[in-house]
């Protein structure tokens, strides 16, 4: 582990140094084209407008920022079929996949209904255990291999059952219309998942919590790659209790439950205490673009413990769509803050995607339009 994230920032260098020359490219383009509408037509600049874009700008990339879609698998995606209608008929250079899935799963036509899908894992991936540091390790493996397009501009981190509720052109102008993130993140009074071991690289008062599922602007997600000093804290200190072998022998998990105390998921702290750390909390929205109805289980013998809720094909109704679409704001308990949901200036419904839904769900919803995927017109305003 420790190797390969060394030669990971090893590598990262002439990366950098890639997206800036990359932006430079572009700035140059953008300004040859200027000067060949406005001015006079030489043939010296429209020579060296040529050699510039034959040289650096070729087909595949012609500065369209993308949105990068991270799929964390834990095998198959089971709705692929929902997202391949979201993807149906938008221009490629608008977009990327990846997947993480388990190591060796490779999607193809005999695994995955959605050709977009078809060879998008992860070479390296990882095996994840849920609630373990394997997790965050994996998100980061996706950004990783995603910040290797320079055209990835937002980076978007979804689960197996997540769902999109609009329009991918909907999606794409609200991404593209804010210059932040959206992160979820809030002080964590309650919970007593810090460690004090954790300190002094984490100081107790960066302590963020938040949804694992966030939307990174590239700056945000370079940060997250190029971690070497949170990351192995986190990977030492931040670890779920009972860990998941004592769990299996369900008597000790009795006597032991609430004896440690610190009950860490890793990623529902990580990116938000990375970014707080790094300064950044003024460049996010702090609140997670992905719907989740969270329910208390409480199945016999087992502590009660909260899960968002999965919905079936019974639950998936229009109402259902349409009442998480009007919402338009969060309230955080523990800083007792009411965030309006907002889009740069203007004000937005909060919400792009959901989840839990199974297979089933998804085909109610396709079938009964109750999510409008292919509507073209469907675009988010974002006030001038
Ligand atoms: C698809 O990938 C799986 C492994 O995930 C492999 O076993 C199978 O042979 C592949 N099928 C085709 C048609 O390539
Ligand atoms: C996975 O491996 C294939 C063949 O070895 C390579 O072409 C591809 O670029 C790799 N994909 C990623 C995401 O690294
Ligand atoms: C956000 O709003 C400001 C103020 O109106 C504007 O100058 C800026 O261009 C907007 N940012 C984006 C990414 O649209
Ligand atoms: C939440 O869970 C309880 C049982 O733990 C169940 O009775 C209830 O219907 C669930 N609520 C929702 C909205 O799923």
Request: charged letters at 20%; a positive charge.
């Amino acid at each position: 582990m420790k190797k390969k994230r060394a030669t990971s920032s090893l590598a990262r260098p002439p990366f950098k140094f890639g997206s800036k020359f990359v932006i430079l490219v572009c700035a140059v383009l953008f300004l040859l084209a200027f000067l060949r509408l406005h001015f006079q037509t030489t043939l010296q600049s429209v020579i060296s407008f040529y050699q510039a874009s034959r040289v650096f700008g070729d087909d595949h990339f012609k500065c369209t920022p993308k949105i990068a879609f991270l799929f964390l698998a834990r095998r198959n995606l089971p709705l692929d079929f929902l997202w391949g209608t979201f993807l149906k008929n938008v221009d490629t250079s608008m977009f990327s996949i990846y997947v993480h899935s388990e190591p060796g799963f490779v999607f193809n036509e005999s695994n995955t209904r959605s050709a977009f899908f078809y060879g998008r894992q992860l070479n390296n991936s990882i095996q994840v255990e849920w609630g373990e540091s394997s997790m965050i390790e994996a998100e980061r493996l996706l950004f990783e291999a995603a910040l290797d397009d320079p055209a990835n501009q937002r980076f978007v981190l979804l689960s197996d059952s997540c769902i999109p509720l609009y329009s991918f052109g909907y999606v794409y102008s609200y991404l593209t219309s804010s210059s932040k993130s959206f992160v979820d993140s809030f002080i964590d009074v309650k919970e007593n998942r810090y460690s004090p071991e954790m300190s002094p690289v984490i100081p107790k008062e960066k302590w963020r919590k938040g949804s694992q599922w966030i939307a990174l602007i590239r700056r945000h997600a370079v940060i997250v790659v190029d971690d070497d000093f949170v990351f192995p804290v986190f990977r030492k200190f931040c670890k779920r209790w009972p860990p998941a072998d004592l769990i299996k022998r369900r008597q000790i998990l009795q006597a032991f439950v609430f004896q440690n105390g610190h009950n860490c998921i890793p990623d529902e702290h990580y990116v938000q205490t990375l970014l707080k750390m790094s300064g950044l909390e003024n460049e996010l929205e702090r609140r997670t673009l992905t719907y989740s109805l969270w329910n208390q289980s409480a199945e016999a013998g087992e502590r009660r413990s909260w899960h968002p809720f999965r919905f079936n094909h019974a639950d998936a109704s229009p109402q259902l769509i349409q009442e998480i679409k009007v919402i338009n704001h969060v309230y955080y308990d523990s800083e007792n803050r009411k965030e309006l949901c907002h889009v740069n200036i203007t004000i937005a419904p909060c919400f792009l995607f959901a989840r839990k839904f199974t297979p089933l769900a998804a085909v109610r919803l396709l079938t009964e339009r109750s999510v409008d995927l292919q509507d073209a017109a469907s675009v988010f305003h974002a006030a001038p």
